[in-house]
């Protein structure tokens, strides 16, 4: 049945057209007939699951498997069981009888989470990942690919309730005159669900994905993008769903594989971590740069903090150099010949035969411990050859001159087993061995900085951030290391080219999606430019692709940012954005702490999430006064919901977002570090709905007037 001619509705009849609304609310019965239909084949589903969990073990032909069945089909179960209390779908889709439609021509869809069927495998819902679903993102009026209606429904969500269907909202592509939302305009169901206020983490974004950002999310396994998106236009959410579609699209490749989420910190882990497994995926490692480093096998994670001027050093790309120089300063020429008893016979290898083995194998640059395996195998090659004058010798003859004496012993001296903790213990702690590694490549004051004051022991010594990027890229230098298939990573702008250099290590095989704002760098070592920073993660024909158009921040509170563009010293794009409903206000106060108390409680008079950002030196007393007024407050480290008002450090808003945002005292917040001004830049786009600028002090020139 063709819909009216309507792109909504409520279910309040309208005197005026009786007959219009009475189509409607048939409509919108048929619809809730429909979701009974889904429910009850989702609760039969269920069921069948929670049987399965149970029999599994009993089905499984050995431990690992049942195991392994059991913890699948646990989580099947568990993402089942949440499932009734969220819509199971949020569009639809009706193809015409048209060319363009082809196989799907008449066809209706409904397009969910994931993919439902009933009990004789009829799909109900389709994933929104599904290749026919591309057209509910990508379909328009000048390119309506098929689709002759586009339908969004419109839900009430209740704790521990089932999701209500309350409308609709349709798009006529085969009518484009007809109500159609302008180009540059939301549907209402969609804005609505973008300014809808939140608390706690990110939610995922598939009812809402808007067509450039769905381009990115359905590109190629094979390929690597760079996205510099402006705050507001969720570049986060397009790496994280891009993540969830790659591993429905590839899932053989990337099951082996394996996919990475990188992101700054673990508040930002924290926020985003319900975003995948809300998918149906969780089985994506996500984690920071610092934990994925400190958990590879012997290392202990960063405890130390390294003043300013050693990072710097230590993050720069020439260091690269150093930990090769230092490595391969372990190799020595052979000194003499080679000779190994076997038996009553005595097999020898000349100096000179051993030099030219030593020097084709580095010429082959392999990674340091292959190197040493491939010198151990074409030495006992050569003695075997002597050994075939007398007799044909067998594997275990060979693996018996492989770890003989004598082998190992040539092998120490001239290509010693190194391991990565040693050689960075004895980089940064034996002035002769960074002198001799660092040479033409570090400045004398920057060997200094470097330098520990005392000698280094491996097994016991307290490391930092960058050591462990050191050690990383040392281990890297010896063996290669864990690769995935895929890795996201967020707030690219900010890492290091040594940092670069690790994740670079683990996608070589793999693809990157790479995810940044030049405006946001706040690090000594933040790129400034993306091809830069693409070379230093191994993918520099990576394409960079702007999103500029902001759906998440207020157009008042972009307007506001963008003026800081100008002292940036970044070339970006100003951003623009579709919400026109955000409020702004800026206020001189002489106390501070009382000024942010009474922001607050103004705040918490409106629904959704309130922060409070200043700097490090100003957050005790704000903490204090709102403890001291009754305000529950919690940390950004600790944010779960149960308290609405988050006090955090500007140092950890990056890649968070509130509803209400009180930032105080933007002056200090620019003041407090080099970067200060992308500080603030980052800190005035956290705010979705509301901005409270406070300060006793004169703002920043640029926000002035």
Same mark, same amino acid.
């Given at each position: 049945?063709?819909?009216?001619?309507?792109?909504?509705?409520?279910?309040?009849?309208?005197?005026?057209?009786?007959?219009?609304?009475?189509?409607?609310?048939?409509?919108?019965?048929?619809?809730?007939?429909?979701?009974?239909?889904?429910?009850?084949?989702?609760?039969?589903?269920?069921?069948?699951?929670?049987?399965?969990?149970?029999?599994?073990?009993?089905?499984?032909?050995?431990?690992?498997?049942?195991?392994?069945?059991?913890?699948?089909?646990?989580?099947?179960?568990?993402?089942?069981?949440?499932?009734?209390?969220?819509?199971?779908?949020?569009?639809?889709?009706?193809?015409?009888?048209?060319?363009?439609?082809?196989?799907?021509?008449?066809?209706?869809?409904?397009?969910?989470?994931?993919?439902?069927?009933?009990?004789?495998?009829?799909?109900?819902?389709?994933?929104?990942?599904?290749?026919?679903?591309?057209?509910?993102?990508?379909?328009?009026?000048?390119?309506?690919?098929?689709?002759?209606?586009?339908?969004?429904?419109?839900?009430?969500?209740?704790?521990?309730?089932? #999701?209500?269907?309350?409308?609709?909202?349709?798009?006529?592509?085969?009518?484009?005159?007809?109500?159609?939302?302008?180009?540059?305009?939301?549907?209402?169901?969609?804005?609505?669900?973008?300014?809808?206020?939140?608390?706690?983490?990110?939610?995922?974004?598939?009812?809402?994905?808007?067509?450039?950002?769905?381009?990115?999310?359905?590109?190629?396994?094979?390929?690597?993008?760079?996205?510099?998106?402006?705050?507001?236009?969720?570049?986060?959410?397009?790496?994280?769903?891009?993540?969830?579609?790659?591993?429905?699209?590839?899932?053989?490749?990337?099951?082996?594989?394996?996919?990475?989420?990188?992101?700054?910190?673990?508040?930002?882990?924290?926020?985003?971590?319900?975003?995948?497994? #809300?998918?149906?995926?969780?089985?994506?490692?996500?984690?920071?740069?610092?934990?994925?480093?400190?958990?590879?096998?012997?290392?202990?994670?960063?405890?130390?903090?390294?003043?300013?001027? #050693?990072?710097?050093?230590?993050?720069?790309?020439?260091?690269?150099?150093?930990?090769?120089?230092?490595?391969?300063?372990?190799?020595?020429?052979?000194?003499?010949?080679?000779?190994?008893?076997?038996?009553?016979?005595?097999?020898?290898?000349?100096?000179?035969?051993?030099?030219?083995?030593?020097?084709?194998?580095?010429?082959?640059?392999? %990674?340091?411990?292959?190197?040493?395996?491939?010198?151990?195998?074409?030495?006992?090659?050569?003695?075997?050859?002597?050994?075939?004058?007398?007799?044909?010798?067998?594997?275990?003859?060979?693996?018996?001159?492989?770890?003989?004496?004598?082998?190992?012993?040539?092998?120490?001296?001239?290509?010693?087993?190194?391991?990565?903790?040693?050689?960075?213990?004895?980089?940064?702690?034996?002035?002769?061995?960074?002198?001799?590694?660092?040479?033409?490549?570090?400045?004398?004051?920057?060997?200094?900085?470097?330098?520990?004051?005392?000698?280094?022991?491996?097994?016991?010594?307290?490391?930092?951030?960058?050591?462990?990027?050191?050690?990383?890229?040392?281990?890297?230098?010896?063996?290669?290391?864990?690769?995935?298939?895929?890795?996201?990573?967020?707030?690219?702008?900010?890492?290091?080219?040594?940092?670069?250099? #690790?994740?670079?290590?683990?996608?070589?095989?793999?693809?990157?999606?790479?995810?940044?704002?030049?405006?946001?760098?706040?690090?000594?070592?933040?790129?400034?430019?993306?091809?830069?920073?693409?070379?230093?993660?191994?993918?520099?024909?990576?394409?960079?692709?702007?999103?500029? /158009?902001?759906?998440?921040?207020?157009?008042?509170?972009?307007?506001?940012?963008?003026?800081?563009?100008?002292?940036?010293?970044?070339?970006?794009?100003?951003?623009?954005?579709?919400?026109?409903?955000?409020?702004?206000?800026?206020?001189?106060?002489?106390?501070?702490?009382?000024?942010?108390?009474?922001?607050?409680?103004?705040?918490?008079?409106?629904?959704?999430?309130?922060?409070?950002?200043?700097?490090?030196?100003?957050?005790?007393?704000?903490?204090?006064?709102?403890?001291?007024?009754?305000?529950?407050? /919690? /940390?950004?480290?600790?944010?779960?919901?149960?308290?609405?008002?988050?006090?955090?450090?500007?140092?950890?808003?990056?890649?968070?977002?509130?509803?209400?945002?009180?930032?105080?005292?933007?002056?200090?917040?620019?003041?407090?570090?080099?970067?200060?001004?992308?500080?603030?830049?980052?800190?005035?786009?956290?705010?979705?709905?509301?901005?409270?600028?406070?300060?006793?002090? %004169?703002?920043?020139?640029?926000?002035?007037?």
């Amino acid at each position: 049945m063709t819909p009216p001619d309507t792109r909504h509705r409520h279910r309040t009849p309208d005197p005026a057209a009786p007959d219009h609304d009475h189509q409607l609310d048939h409509q919108l019965a048929d619809e809730r007939r429909y979701l009974s239909a889904a429910r009850a084949a989702l609760d039969l589903l269920l069921d069948t699951t929670r049987m399965r969990v149970a029999t599994g073990a009993d089905i499984a032909g050995d431990g690992y498997t049942a195991e392994t069945l059991g913890r699948m089909l646990r989580g099947q179960a568990k993402a089942l069981a949440e499932e009734p209390d969220s819509p199971l779908y949020f569009g639809r889709l009706d193809f015409g009888s048209t060319r363009e439609a082809g196989e799907h021509d008449g066809q209706r869809y409904y397009i969910g989470r994931r993919h439902l069927a009933d009990p004789t495998g009829t799909p109900l819902v389709l994933d929104w990942r599904a290749p026919v679903s591309r057209a509910f993102y990508q379909a328009s009026t000048t390119d309506p690919q098929g689709v002759r209606t586009r339908r969004r429904f419109g839900w009430t969500t209740r704790r521990n309730l089932p #999701a209500e269907l309350t409308g609709f909202e349709d798009e006529h592509l085969d009518r484009p005159a007809e109500h159609l939302p302008a180009e540059d305009e939301l549907s209402g169901l969609v804005a609505a669900e973008i300014e809808r206020p939140r608390i706690g983490p990110m939610r995922d974004i598939v009812a809402t994905i808007q067509p450039e950002q769905d381009r990115l999310v359905r590109s190629g396994l094979e390929e690597s993008l760079c996205v510099q998106g402006a705050p507001g236009t969720g570049k986060t959410a397009v790496g994280l769903h891009r993540a969830a579609y790659l591993l429905y699209t590839y899932p053989r490749r990337l099951n082996r594989t394996g996919v990475l989420v990188l992101g700054p910190n673990t508040a930002f882990i924290r926020y985003v971590s319900g975003v995948l497994p #809300a998918l149906g995926e969780v089985d994506i490692r996500q984690s920071t740069l610092d934990e994925l480093l400190a958990r590879q096998p012997a290392r202990q994670p960063a405890r130390a903090i390294d003043n300013a001027s #050693a990072a710097e050093v230590k993050h720069d790309v020439r260091m690269a150099t150093v930990m090769h120089r230092a490595l391969y300063a372990h190799l020595t020429e052979p000194t003499g010949p080679l000779t190994v008893p076997d038996g009553s016979y005595r097999w020898r290898v000349s100096t000179e035969a051993l030099r030219r083995l030593t020097a084709e194998v580095r010429r082959e640059g392999l %990674p340091y411990s292959l190197g040493r395996e491939r010198l151990r195998a074409r030495t006992v090659a050569l003695l075997q050859r002597h050994a075939e004058t007398r007799e044909t010798p067998g594997a275990a003859w060979v693996r018996r001159m492989s770890r003989c004496r004598p082998v190992t012993a040539f092998l120490d001296a001239v290509w010693p087993a190194v391991r990565p903790e040693e050689l960075v213990a004895s980089l940064l702690g034996e002035p002769a061995v960074l002198t001799r590694a660092a040479d033409g490549v570090l400045t004398a004051d920057e060997q200094a900085t470097i330098c520990r004051r005392r000698p280094v022991k491996a097994r016991s010594a307290v490391w930092t951030s960058a050591d462990l990027v050191l050690i990383d890229e040392a281990a890297g230098l010896i063996e290669h290391p864990e690769g995935f298939g895929h890795i996201v990573v967020d707030e690219a702008q900010d890492l290091s080219p040594m940092q670069c250099r #690790a994740i670079a290590r683990r996608s070589e095989h793999g693809s990157l999606t790479v995810l940044g704002d030049l405006a946001q760098a706040t690090t000594p070592w933040a790129a400034r430019t993306w091809p830069d920073q693409l070379v230093h993660l191994g993918k520099p024909k990576a394409p960079v692709l702007p999103l500029t /158009t902001g759906f998440r921040v207020p157009a008042v509170v972009v307007g506001l940012a963008n003026r800081l563009l100008a002292v940036l010293d970044v070339d970006v794009p100003p951003s623009r954005s579709l919400r026109t409903d955000g409020q702004l206000r800026i206020e001189r106060v002489a106390d501070l702490p009382a000024a942010t108390v009474a922001a607050v409680r103004v705040a918490l008079e409106q629904p959704g999430s309130v922060a409070v950002i200043a700097t490090d030196r100003e957050l005790p007393a704000l903490t204090e006064a709102l403890h001291t007024a009754g305000v529950d407050t /919690t /940390t950004a480290d600790q944010a779960d919901g149960s308290a609405r008002v988050t006090v955090l450090p500007a140092a950890l808003a990056k890649g968070l977002e509130y509803d209400h945002v009180v930032v105080v005292e933007p002056a200090a917040i620019v003041a407090a570090e080099p970067r200060g001004a992308h500080r603030l830049y980052v800190v005035l786009t956290r705010a979705v709905s509301r901005l409270d600028i406070l300060h006793a002090r %004169p703002l920043p020139a640029p926000l002035e007037g």
